[in-house]
């Protein structure tokens, strides 16, 4: 729902054959984009008077066609300046999205165009074409050039088959062979401003990665179409791809191609607060919404089911599962999940296994107030999307897709199909082993989270989530959308304590830490991925947990710096919740309360405790009165955090 809108259009219509420039600036004029249209097409961006990207060339290469983008002939420019308010129908951020930005598209001989845009938060352009055969996408032309000595925190992958849970890792650009290359989003730093690298709009296309070039720019490539797979070898359940054409798509003539987006700001809170990646998608593409319904999940894979204290065999059955509901119903959280293992084989996904009986848990659940979803495997769900309708009849809530592992045009259009057939059901959607987010939850808003992040789960079997990585996330990976990187572990350790072990994990940094994830980490459908046993133990901070709200309706980041800290300021209705996460750094920060409105408000705290570094569960509960003319410096210990729940009196 819009409302508000402010549109200029300016329309000038022109023939030429001799170099034109463009230039316009965003809404705010801290953005300027020049466009320059000669033998090729590129533009050029500078922020605050700083230049950031320098005579980048684009193109796009049908099979048949000249490059378009080569050799231009113009014929019309279009200029808009656009004002008006966006209403999610899942506010994952924000429950209003100001949508504001200046625009420039190019018309040219060849039946297509380009639009550029820029926005107080960034830039990004586009081609569209109308030509009336369906057409072979051979490439896309990008080379980013970047205008001085840059830096990278670099997603470096190693297959273009990939699950996009990557480390983020400090490079210097100019460093990077050809052959290296990344996942996106990947952020860039040019002397003081963030440029993050992303798409938006992905739809009949394959995902963007970005490659190094030996100098101080980076190059884009995609996963070719893929043209035969097989099954994997010790995984016959799941694919692998086998050939790949030399060509990146096959789709229509008429269409519009992703957006190319660059997210620049010299503040580094600004990268966690934008939504620019929602701002150029498409719009809601289902009738109804209402049925929508985001939570909190109790999961069960990373505790491996670790239930005590019980008069039953816990497993893979359904009194373990009862268990599950009864804990959610307990602490009013909305959904439990029934991952691998619940149906009669991972190909199989219309019969559960005989210990399992789906629709006595629905009914269960239904009698407390909780919803089930159930995970599938990719493959056996997209042979047969109609399980969904049996879903639908067992009175399921929603799904949790699993390994798809692939970035090419079939896997993008599956997200699609998965979406849209779902939605015809009033399912809940999460794809886990997913590329990351690029704006199919604005069209489907069922599509709650995705994976595409290297969470929690890796605690079962490595040291890499570290404190520092988990506040590297907000900056980069959380940038493109809602992450599940299922936050809530109880069992906590400092470097010295910390081990690996895949049936009884245990996370690095302290309690606090994980709690602060409930209110840094965005992601409508939430994770609570400890044992049900454990939390029962850990009453006060499960409690404190299960306040806090998936869906937002204000986000201001109070305190900020890439990969060190950061605190964030939320509110849903009238209350505010406050989240601080630091590396291994220990950090005394203060925090200014003005963003509360008049009157009183009673805080509720959890804070890292005294002794953290020898025992990293150790924490403070207090509450006290504050006002929006207080202030107060924490305390963040060594991969420590800080939590806040400040209602009104």
């Keep these: ?5 402010f549109v200029i259009i300016i329309c000038f219509s022109f023939s030429y054959t001799m170099a034109q420039t463009y230039e316009f600036s965003s809404p705010d004029k801290h953005a300027s984009v020049t466009v320059n249209i000669d033998d090729d097409v590129s533009f050029s961006v500078s922020y605050k008077n700083t230049p950031v990207i320098e005579n980048s060339v684009i193109g796009l290469t049908l099979e048949g066609l000249p490059t378009l983008g080569t050799s231009p002939r113009g014929k019309k420019k279009i200029e808009r300046q656009v004002s008006k308010t966006l209403t999610p129908a899942v506010p994952q951020k924000t429950s209003s999205i100001k949508d504001e930005y200046n625009e420039l598209s190019v018309l040219f001989h060849g039946n297509y165009r380009i639009t550029f845009r820029a926005y107080n938060i960034g830039v990004a352009y586009r081609f569209s074409t109308s030509l009336k055969k369906d057409v072979t996408v051979n490439t896309e032309k990008l080379q980013l050039n970047f205008a001085d000595h840059t830096s990278s925190l670099f997603s470096k ?36 401003v963030n440029v993050i690298v992303t798409e938006a709009d ?15 720019a980076l190059k884009a490539g995609w996963p070719g179409y893929v043209q035969q797979t097989k099954p994997k070898t010790g995984s016959e359940d799941r694919d692998q791809v086998v050939t790949s054409a030399d060509y990146i798509a096959k789709t229509n003539g008429t269409r519009d191609y992703p957006w190319r987006v660059m997210i620049i700001s010299d503040k580094d809170g600004d990268l966690i607060e934008n939504n620019l990646v929602y701002q ?9 919404s209402k049925w929508i319904k985001p939570g909190k999940v109790a999961w069960d894979w990373y505790n491996a089911n670790n239930i005590y204290g019980v008069d039953f065999k816990a497993g893979i059955n359904t009194e373990t599962y009862k268990y599950y509901i009864d804990f959610a119903s307990e602490y009013g959280l909305e959904y439990i999940i029934l991952d691998e293992g619940w149906s009669k084989t991972t190909t199989n996904i219309h019969e559960c296994q005989p210990d399992i009986d789906v629709e006595a848990l ?7 107030n909780v919803g089930v979803i159930l995970w599938v495997l990719w493959e056996p769900l997209d042979k047969d999307l109609s399980v969904f309708e049996l879903y639908e009849r067992w009175g399921v809530k929603g799904i949790k897709v699993d390994f798809m592992q692939r970035a090419d045009q079939y896997m993008v259009n599956y997200y699609e199909r998965v ?27 069922n599509v709650l989270t995705y994976e595409g992040v290297k969470g929690n789960e890796n605690n079962k079997w490595s040291q890499n989530i570290t404190p520092e ?32 072990s895949f049936d009884r994990p245990m996370s690095l940094g302290t309690r606090c830490h994980q709690v602060a ?3 840094v980490y965005e992601s409508a459908l939430q994770m609570l991925c400890e044992s049900p046993s454990t939390y029962y133990k850990e009453e006060e901070t499960t409690k404190f947990i299960s306040q806090i709200p998936t869906i937002w309706d204000e986000t201001r980041v109070l305190e900020a710096e890439v990969a060190d800290y950061m605190v964030i300021a939320r509110r849903k209705n009238d209350t505010w919740y406050i989240g601080a996460m630091t590396d291994q750094s220990p950090r005394e920060i203060e925090i200014d309360f003005s963003f509360l409105g008049e009157g009183d408000y009673v805080m509720e705290v959890m804070r890292d405790g005294p002794n953290t570094h020898r025992y990293a569960q150790d924490y403070i509960y207090e509450s006290s009165s504050v006002n929006k003319l207080h202030q107060q410096k924490i305390q963040l210990a060594s991969g420590g955090g800080f939590a806040a729940i400040i209602s009104q009196k």
């Design 517 to 519: 994830m409930y209110v």
């Design 1 to 5: 729902m819009k409302k508000y809108l």
């Design 469 to 500: 990585h988990n506040v590297t996330l907000p900056f980069i990976r959380m940038v493109a959308g809602p992450m599940d990187f299922t936050p809530g572990c109880m069992v906590n350790a400092t470097d010295k304590n910390h081990r690996i």
């Design 362 to 368: 629905v009914k269960y659940g239904k009698e407390k």
């Design 419 to 445: 979406a849209a057939k779902a939605a015809e059901h009033h399912l809940l959607v999460d794809f886990h082993g997913s590329f990351k987010p690029s704006g199919l939850r604005r069209a489907y808003p």
């Design 280 to 288: 150029l998608s498409r719009p809601l593409n289902i009738d109804d």
């Design 202 to 216: 992905v739809y009949d296309y394959p995902a963007m990665f970005m490659y190094g070039t030996n100098a101080n």
């Design 157 to 192: 992958e190693e297959s273009l088959v990939s699950h996009y849970e990557r480390l983020y890792i400090p490079t210097q650009l100019d460093t990077l062979p050809e052959t290296t290359f990344c996942s996106l989003p990947v952020l860039m730093k040019i002397k003081d």
